[in-house]
């Protein structure tokens, strides 16, 4: 492949790219933040990195009600029972896309466990766990969207415990674009007095869409795994590029999908308790980079 026939190529993509919008490119940054301490129960005490050490406030999990207004006594669900909830619901999805009998009264019954983290009648993870495999193994049907569904579920079920730190949050400001492509980058950094290089096994990070101040449960989030730069010694740095035309089965797709419709991309780290134990954990300003087609009219 020449020089001269890739750059016809990207002149065609370009001339192509103009019939349907005009391609534009949004940079978004983010302040940083100190992780000062943290404990065991995944509470941190996360401020700007700019105010002075003695004023640090203390973050309180984020608390949401998640139900009909209908359904009376409802609980505030947080932290891990929140996870919990959306990772249900993306089973529940899942599972409504089998044509089959029984599969849909394991939807019912599942429908009846959201109810429970709703109304606080369910809220451990352990508990739910169990529930939900309980209901599901009632469903004698081995189907490969079944058993894709179901094994989904278990990978993230593995992961739902380990600590959540919003990292940066940023409004969409093209309601009627239509995304092509998103590259985040961040860093973190030990500040300790020992030279300490987070393990990148106990720490990544992850991209969702809220809307309305509620996650959108039914697109599922992207990760980003930890690089270790040769010439840092205390720090892991992040960055992936997402494209439009990805694999087929990938998430990214979807996701990028989603964007264009003027919500807001929450950029979260995940760190686990041998990462979080060893603050103060300095998170460098996030910078999200977006290309979208801009309508022509």
């Given at each position: 492949f020449c020089i001269a026939e890739a750059l016809r190529l990207r002149l065609l993509c370009r001339d192509t790219l103009g019939m349907v919008g005009i391609l534009k490119r949004a940079n978004l940054k983010s302040e940083e933040l100190l992780i000062m301490a943290a404990d065991p129960l995944n509470e941190c005490t996360?401020?700007?990195?700019?105010?002075?050490?003695?004023?640090?406030?203390?973050?309180?999990?984020?608390?949401?009600?998640?139900a009909d207004a209908s359904e009376g006594n409802l609980q505030p669900v947080g932290g891990v029972m929140l996870r919990c909830l959306m990772l249900l619901r993306r089973l529940v999805v899942k599972l409504s896309d089998v044509d089959d009998c029984r599969v849909r009264g394991v939807v019912e019954h599942l429908c009846k466990l959201d109810a429970a983290i709703t109304t606080g009648r369910l809220a451990t993870l352990h508990a739910f766990a169990e529930r939900v495999r309980a209901t599901t193994a009632t469903c004698a049907v081995n189907t490969p969207l079944l058993s894709r569904a179901l094994s989904d579920f278990e990978t993230e079920l593995i992961h739902i415990d380990v600590a959540e730190i919003e990292y940066a949050k940023f409004c969409l400001p093209y309601p009627r674009g239509k995304v092509v492509s998103l590259e985040a980058v961040l860093t973190v950094k030990h500040g300790g007095d020992i030279a300490f290089r987070p393990n990148r096994r106990w720490i990544w990070a992850e991209l969702g869409l809220e809307e309305d101040g509620l996650e959108l449960w039914s697109v599922q989030r992207l990760r980003l795994y930890a690089r270790s730069p040769e010439d840092a010694t205390r720090q892991v740095r992040f960055q992936q590029r997402f494209v439009l035309a990805a694999c087929t089965g990938d998430s990214a797709p979807k996701f990028l999908a989603a964007m264009g419709h003027g919500r807001c991309l929450k950029v979260a780290l995940r760190a686990d308790w041998p990462v979080m134990a060893r603050v103060p954990l300095y998170l460098k300003a996030c910078e999200v980079t977006i290309h979208y087609l801009a309508p022509t009219f």
């Amino acid at each position: 492949f020449c020089i001269a026939e890739a750059l016809r190529l990207r002149l065609l993509c370009r001339d192509t790219l103009g019939m349907v919008g005009i391609l534009k490119r949004a940079n978004l940054k983010s302040e940083e933040l100190l992780i000062m301490a943290a404990d065991p129960l995944n509470e941190c005490t996360v401020a700007p990195n700019a105010m002075p050490a003695s004023t640090f406030p203390l973050q309180e999990l984020q608390e949401v009600e998640l139900a009909d207004a209908s359904e009376g006594n409802l609980q505030p669900v947080g932290g891990v029972m929140l996870r919990c909830l959306m990772l249900l619901r993306r089973l529940v999805v899942k599972l409504s896309d089998v044509d089959d009998c029984r599969v849909r009264g394991v939807v019912e019954h599942l429908c009846k466990l959201d109810a429970a983290i709703t109304t606080g009648r369910l809220a451990t993870l352990h508990a739910f766990a169990e529930r939900v495999r309980a209901t599901t193994a009632t469903c004698a049907v081995n189907t490969p969207l079944l058993s894709r569904a179901l094994s989904d579920f278990e990978t993230e079920l593995i992961h739902i415990d380990v600590a959540e730190i919003e990292y940066a949050k940023f409004c969409l400001p093209y309601p009627r674009g239509k995304v092509v492509s998103l590259e985040a980058v961040l860093t973190v950094k030990h500040g300790g007095d020992i030279a300490f290089r987070p393990n990148r096994r106990w720490i990544w990070a992850e991209l969702g869409l809220e809307e309305d101040g509620l996650e959108l449960w039914s697109v599922q989030r992207l990760r980003l795994y930890a690089r270790s730069p040769e010439d840092a010694t205390r720090q892991v740095r992040f960055q992936q590029r997402f494209v439009l035309a990805a694999c087929t089965g990938d998430s990214a797709p979807k996701f990028l999908a989603a964007m264009g419709h003027g919500r807001c991309l929450k950029v979260a780290l995940r760190a686990d308790w041998p990462v979080m134990a060893r603050v103060p954990l300095y998170l460098k300003a996030c910078e999200v980079t977006i290309h979208y087609l801009a309508p022509t009219f």
